[in-house]
C-alpha cells in the first residue's frame, strides 16, 4: 500500500463506465500506482492550475489533483484525449 490514499470523485467514476472495457485495467493500474508516486515521469502539470495534473494511459488522460500535505490524491476525469482539454 503507497503513501497517498487515491479518492475518486463521481465524474471520475461516471467517465469511466463509458471506457471501452479492454482499457479500464490499464487506468486502474495507472490511478492505483500514483499511491506510490502522484508524480510519476509521464505526468505533467496543466497549465493555468497550481496542483493539477495528467497522465496519459493509450488514447485516454486521467485529470487528478495531488495534495502533499493531506497526502491525498484525487481523481477529477478519465476521458479520451479529443474531449480531455475542450472549453466548456
Sequence with gaps: ??????LWKKSA?????NIDLQQIP????AVESLEDDPFPP?????RG??????IR?????IIYQA???AKVVIIYHIRHRKVTYRKR
Excluded at 57 to 61: E, I
Design 67 to 69: 495534495d502533499i500535505k
Design 1 to 6: 500500500m503507497g503513501s497517498y490514499k487515491v
Design 13 to 17: 467514476e461516471r467517465d469511466l463506465r
Design 42 to 46: 509521464q505526468s505533467r502539470k496543466l
Design 57 to 61: 494511459v493509450g488514447d485516454y488522460r
Design 26 to 29: 490499464r487506468i486502474i493500474k
Design 49 to 54: 492550475s497550481k496542483q493539477t495534473y495528467r
